[in-house]
């Protein structure tokens, strides 16, 4: 392994405290700035694809397509769509119209939440620390990313090259383990985005608590798959397995177990095993092929679910400790309890248990946290949707695995347990902005708002009054299930153009007109 260079604990109250500065600065909060700075994350993964190639080969023994379908060309491309979208993103916004409120210009200003925080996994070493990265830059943040000690290499890279392409208050690397992970979390920031397991997200949380630090928790958790006995089983088995074996299953959101029809389960597994021959004609085991677990103390933890389980090993099942290699394997006939089914997996075992039906399925899902995904292959619509409203999980997807985190303008996201927050995207950019909600009230709106003023009177509470919205007539009692209808669209848009072309009418009667809806928004000041 190679030696990574810790950064000295009394050097990062010095970072932080120059972050601090640079955002203090302003120049982080200007657009084109921010476009720049971007840009320059793009460049850095582009000028150094092969030389990340090389880390992921060295630390995850990650196979170079792998490296650059997943992590480099995905992270340059969510990079490039925040440069084309950061000035969009950051316009201020205009709240829905309002009668009580249009007189005093209500705008909401997207501004910086300040230090941010990025901590990122070992797993997705670029793509989900970029993903933070690109959110809190576009954002107009200054960053520190504290990328994992496991994946030694990738991380040296990053301390290398971030001073040389970003100015050295506004994005600093600190590396290290536990005493400097603490003395980070020892610190205030305007946001934490940590991704890892349950157990740190806890301590993540407890110390933001001190500072009253937001935090957003991307924590995994076991992700089930259903399969309909009526689906495309050769269509499932091909993509469940790719889902399962991508970077040896260290995925957050990998396929955790199998639910399935107990009649299918050896028809299933037997294309499996069909899948898996086409996957790897020549051994898993060849360098370059197929990753390996991260540590020898990943190894470890993946082989003793293994070797502790009840259920039938009926593919793979090799391994071998000096290149910390387990080969893809399906093991059948797990029930509750197993080894395999206490705790997410992260490594490519995939464990088959057999149900009587769907409704058994989803009583034992639901009996558990809920998970970060949860998959269905079906192609029946009333299946699908069975399954996905009698359960709760950070996403729900149908007929595939993993690519819904690489489909843009959806938000990636746990609900709790498997986490809290949302980024990728826009919705990283909306993680790590304040909305800043602002009025400006010109003085003739005391005409009409006057009776706020002391003394109270009677006339006082009548002209309160006026504002208390109507409501609608009494319940005779509840509603049928499922029988609500939506109001017509068109009768609301109706209405409110009748109150824009009323109010409209009123104030061009008036000898001055200090305030239009349809004047352009406030410029954003730095």
């Not at 009394?10 to 972050?19: D, G, K, P």
């Not at 100015?167 to 946001?191: Q, R, Y």
């Not at 292959?377 to 409203?389: E, I, R």
């Amino acid at each position: 392994m190679s030696e990574l260079k810790f950064t000295p604990l009394e050097e990062i109250e010095r970072i932080h405290a120059r972050l601090h500065d640079g955002f203090r600065s302003g120049k982080s909060k200007d657009i084109g700035y921010r476009k720049y700075l971007l840009l320059q994350l793009a460049y850095m993964l582009r000028d150094n694809s092969k030389r990340f190639e090389d880390a992921f080969a060295a630390d995850l023994g990650r196979p170079t397509f792998e490296t650059r379908f997943l992590e480099i060309d995905a992270s340059i491309g969510n990079a490039l769509d925040a440069w084309a979208n950061v000035e969009k993103w950051s316009k201020p916004e205009r709240p829905p119209f309002s009668l009580n409120g249009f007189p005093m210009r209500p705008v909401i200003y997207k501004e910086p939440k300040g230090v941010v925080l990025v901590i990122s996994p070992f797993n997705y070493p670029v793509w989900i620390s970029f993903s933070g990265l690109v959110g809190a830059i576009a954002a107009g943040n200054t960053v520190v990313l504290k990328p994992s000690e496991s994946t030694p290499r990738i991380s040296s890279l990053y301390a290398e090259l971030v001073p040389q392409y970003f100015d050295s208050d506004v994005f600093a690397v600190v590396n290290g383990a536990i005493p400097e992970t603490t003395k980070l979390l020892d610190l205030p920031w305007g946001h934490i985005l940590f991704t890892g397991n349950g157990r740190v997200g806890r301590i993540v949380s407890e110390a933001a608590a001190k500072h009253l630090t937001p935090v957003s928790l991307e924590l995994g958790g076991k992700s089930p798959v259903f399969i309909d006995p009526n689906c495309d089983l050769e269509l499932a088995a091909r993509r469940i397995l790719w889902g399962k074996v991508v970077n040896a299953g260290q995925t957050c959101v990998a396929p955790d177990y199998v639910l399935i029809p107990k009649g299918i389960q050896d028809k299933f597994v037997g294309l499996l095993k069909d899948k898996m021959d086409q996957f790897y004609p020549y051994s898993t085991a060849s360098v370059g092929a197929y990753s390996r677990l991260v540590s020898p103390q990943a190894f470890y933890r993946v082989k003793g679910l293994l070797d502790n389980t009840k259920g039938i090993v009926a593919i793979g099942g090799e391994a071998d400790e000096a290149t910390k290699f387990i080969a893809p394997t399906v093991v059948k006939d797990v029930g509750p309890g197993d080894s395999l089914m206490r705790e997410e997996i992260f490594g490519p075992i995939l464990p088959i248990f057999p149900v009587n039906d769907v409704d058994e399925a989803i009583a034992y899902v639901n009996q558990h946290d809920h998970p970060l995904a949860l998959y269905v292959f079906s192609n029946d619509d009333a299946y699908k949707q069975k399954v996905f409203s009698s359960t709760q999980s950070g996403s729900a997807v149908a007929n595939e695995v993993l690519l819904h985190l690489g489909i843009d303008g959806l938000p990636f996201g746990g609900i709790g347990p498997s986490g809290n927050g949302y980024h990728t995207g826009k919705y990283s950019f909306d993680m790590f902005t304040h909305l800043r909600s602002s009025i400006d009230a010109p003085s003739w709106t005391d005409k009409i708002i006057g009776f706020r003023f002391p003394p109270y009177t009677s006339k006082s509470l009548k002209g309160a009054s006026r504002l208390v919205k109507s409501l609608p007539s009494r319940p005779t009692g509840p509603p049928t299930i499922g029988a609500y209808t939506r109001t017509k669209w068109w009768r609301k848009w109706v209405y409110m153009a009748l109150v824009v072309v009323l109010v409209g009418g009123a104030l061009t009667r008036r000898k001055t007109q200090p305030y239009s809806i349809f004047d352009p928004l406030p410029t954003v000041r730095n």
